[in-house]
């Protein structure tokens, strides 16, 4: 029988390219489940919680180089002459705070909210109304100066039931009246093809897919959640979280992380690169919303301290006393962590291992630079 | 002057065809047949060829001293004899032994009269028209320089190498070729050549050099080996352009060089583009006021790159932080020089000239022209275009999108009405 079938597929062109596309769409990878936040818990007060937003800020790690860098979606068809200023410090200061601002709302983080309800309201059943008509009649308050979300959108069905629209109408008819820049009505293929949306992403477009499921989509809609959920666990799988830092997309995915309990592979790649402070704050993030971290009552004081010291883009190349000790604080808590808590013990425990072999010639560097100095 | 010559070209083919003719008399004229030589005298026959042409093409002593019988309107000696073959004419007749063979296989040739070739007179033609068409060298379009074979825009290779030291990567342009007349006692007036020409690697190094000799060629040569010799170094800020706008001068000629972005180009005068290509500079921007003698600009734009100050140095002279802004990274304020001590506001004294440009540009200020409105757009028609263009304005994005969702310019009504559709096809 089998040779059988192989002779068909021979002697019929059609069905070898039949068979060939089977296997590429075996071979892809499919495999990973998106998850939403549809549980019982809502994670919007979580995520809005002002501690919770600052230790996502700091985790963003914002390098200015990289979230003021050159973007192909400026609008910008050709570049222009650079301007050069003589600023005292004063002016620059002035500046580069102005800069900052500018920073923070580029780095604006995607809300995080539970995933949206059904819409059903009925407002009158008027059976005289039966059979009126065979369209529904849509009707929409366009008054200007409504939000879209309270916008008055109903619709009279041709049984005569009165009744509020349904989330993906209201969107529809949002976008038709009040169109929004870059939103499109029909979804776009690179959504809608599994094919298309997996293909960019192994090509590393996550920011990119993001940037663009933040446009189509509204943050509670089961589409955005799933894409973004798939593009998060993308991420994580392949350990490419430097590809979102410095964006604002960086907090909603180690929100997602932390939510899920799937940390284990982004503490693991903090530690090896040497990030302990870091690491801390995502333990300190866990225990705020699932508060199952073993010492979880001395974090607060921790996080404190870290929040106090500034960002370290790159290694540092030179420490204080004051760094040391927090840095063995740092340590020694991770260390209660992956005991405890730890999922992936042994490779977490190999990272910790290298960077404090690392750390200790660079304690014994600059404590020997101190002292040829005469500081110490 | 070509009316000349074919009126040259017809008297020079009749005499054979008297003679043909005549022949053709003596033979139907059997009764009056005399051997009398007919004295057929006149200069065709009595010169040779050569002196002939000698009187048509030649040109007085003083008239080639102002430059007549040269270039386009030259009349050239045309070698008449080419193309034709012994025994082979007008009319076409096989001379067996003299344009045929005797005996061809088995059979004896006759002499007879075959038909006529109709292109022989323009094979003949085309032969003679090609000897005296004038013909300019032919560059391939990446050797020629600014104006066709001439040689200023042209490149001549690297410098030649001095013992052991070769000139990797330099590449030499001419910039300027010309004849210089003296005139001297004993010799009258003579030319001597002089050039100008500019090499570099395209790497910062360059120099320019200038060479004289009683040849163009060896004035070339000792131009670019004296360039070669005179290298300078010049900083290229991130590896395209020049540091800051500056104004130089050199004589009577003015300069004014504006820094530009990346992609921008060589906007500027062709010698200028040439050194830039030469020293590595990809975008900037230059005008010239003034005199455009050209070693005069060369010299001015080598002394205007030489004076450039690098950042830091502007920030020391200032004392205040030097900082960049672009529009592709949103503005971002981005210090690339900061002094070892910097002003406050208040030792800032007030008729300072604080903009960077103005004090680059040693408060020159380059004069901006009006633009005036093309001609075309106060006219009517320009009024109708605009008013019936208008709602066509958002059709090729639209075409675009349908393009997205459809894969074809289609809309939803086309699935609703397909006839339509059919009848167009």
Not at chain 1, 212 to 233: L, N
Not at chain 2, 41 to 60: D, G, I, Q, R, Y
Request: aromatic share 8%.
């Amino acid at each position: 029988m089998s040779y059988l079938f192989r002779k068909l597929a021979q002697t019929n062109p059609k069905n070898r390219i039949h068979d060939a596309q089977i296997f590429v769409i075996s071979c892809r990878k499919l495999s990973i489940v998106p998850s939403l936040y549809d549980g019982e818990q809502d994670p919007a007060p979580k995520f809005f919680s002002s501690n919770v937003q600052v230790m996502l800020k700091r985790l963003t790690r914002p390098d200015y180089n990289k979230v003021f860098r050159k973007r192909t979606n400026q609008g910008l068809t050709i570049l222009k002459t650079p301007s050069y200023k003589f600023l005292t410090n004063e002016e620059l200061e002035v500046e580069l705070a102005n800069a900052k601002k500018k920073a923070e709302k580029l780095l604006q983080m995607p809300p995080v909210v539970k995933i949206q309800k059904h819409i059903d309201d009925v407002l009158s059943k008027d059976p005289a109304l039966i059979g009126y008509d065979t369209a529904k009649y849509l009707f929409t308050d366009i008054t200007f100066g409504v939000a879209n979300e309270h916008r008055f959108i109903i619709e009279r069905d041709p049984d005569g039931i009165l009744r509020s629209c349904d989330h993906d109408v209201r969107k529809r008819l949002n976008q038709t009246y009040f169109p929004m820049n870059g939103r499109k009505l029909r979804e776009p293929l690179m959504f809608t093809d599994q094919e298309k949306l997996y293909s960019l992403l192994d090509r590393e477009k996550y920011e990119f897919v993001l940037d663009r499921a933040c446009v189509q989509y509204e943050p509670d809609e089961p589409s955005y959640q799933k894409i973004t959920s798939i593009t998060y666990q993308h991420i994580d799988t392949l350990s490419k979280y430097e590809l979102l830092r410095s964006t604002r997309h960086f907090g909603p995915l180690v929100f997602y992380l932390t939510w899920h309990q799937s940390i284990d592979n982004l503490i693991l790649e903090l530690l090896q690169n040497s990030a302990v402070r870091d690491a801390v704050l995502l333990t300190a993030l866990r225990q705020d919303l699932h508060g199952d971290v073993v010492n979880g009552e001395s974090l607060p004081s921790l996080v404190h301290q870290v929040l106090a010291t500034p960002i370290q883009l790159t290694k540092p190349e030179c420490l204080t006393e004051e760094d040391i000790q927090l840095d063995s604080k740092c340590l020694k808590c991770i260390e209660k962590y992956i005991k405890t808590n730890s999922s992936m013990k042994s490779q977490q425990e190999l990272a910790l291992q290298g960077f404090r072999e690392n750390y200790k010639q660079l304690i014994e560097l600059s404590r020997g630079l101190q002292k040829a100095h005469g500081k110490a | 002057m070509a009316t000349k010559i074919l009126t040259l070209g017809n008297i020079l083919s009749r005499p054979i065809n008297f003679l043909l003719k005549q022949n053709n008399v003596n033979s139907n004229l059997k009764t009056n047949f005399s051997t009398t030589t007919v004295a057929c005298v006149n200069f065709f026959n009595k010169l040779p060829a050569e002196k002939l042409w000698k009187s048509v093409t030649s040109v007085s002593n003083a008239g080639a001293k102002k430059g007549r019988g040269k270039g386009a309107g030259r009349i050239r000696i045309r070698d008449l004899n080419r193309g034709q073959v012994i025994g082979v004419g007008k009319v076409n007749i096989l001379w067996p032994g003299l344009s045929a063979p005797v005996i061809r296989g088995r059979e004896l040739l006759r002499q007879q009269r075959l038909p006529e070739d109709p292109e022989r007179l323009e094979k003949l033609i085309k032969i003679r028209d090609s000897m005296i068409k004038f013909r300019r060298l032919k560059l391939s379009p990446i050797e020629r320089g600014w104006s066709g074979s001439k040689l200023p825009g042209r490149s001549i290779g690297p410098p030649d190498k001095i013992g052991e030291d070769e000139f990797t990567g330099f590449d030499t342009k001419v910039l300027q070729l010309r004849a210089l007349l003296i005139m001297k006692g004993s010799l009258g007036r003579t030319r001597n050549y002089q050039a100008m020409v500019v090499t570099g690697n395209g790497q910062g190094l360059a120099g320019f050099g200038f060479g004289k000799a009683k040849e163009a060629p060896a004035a070339l040569r000792k131009a670019k080996n004296r360039a070669g010799q005179k290298l300078m170094h010049f900083e290229i800020y991130n590896g395209h352009t020049i540091n800051h706008d500056f104004y130089t001068a050199f004589g009577k000629t003015k300069i004014f060089v504006q820094k530009k972005n990346e992609g921008y180009g060589l906007v500027c005068h062709r010698a200028i583009k040439e050194i830039c290509q030469a020293i590595g500079i990809k975008d900037l921007r230059a005008k010239v006021e003034g005199s455009n003698n050209l070693q005069h600009l060369v010299k001015a734009f080598f002394i205007g790159l030489l004076q450039q100050k690098t950042h830091q140095q502007l920030a020391e002279e200032k004392k205040l932080h030097l900082v960049e802004y672009k529009s592709e990274n949103a503005y971002f304020p981005k210090v690339i020089a900061s002094p070892s001590e910097v002003r406050t506001k208040e030792q800032i004294p007030k008729d300072e000239t604080l903009d960077f440009t103005q004090y680059v540009m040693n408060d020159k200020v380059i004069l901006k022209k009006k633009k005036f409105p093309r001609f075309y757009e106060s006219m009517p028609h320009y009024k109708i275009f605009l008013r019936k263009y208008e709602k066509y304005r958002n059709h090729e994005k639209i075409r675009l999108n349908l393009k997205v969702e459809y894969g074809e310019v289609k809309s939803f009504l086309t699935d609703k009405y397909p006839e339509k559709n059919e009848q167009e096809a």
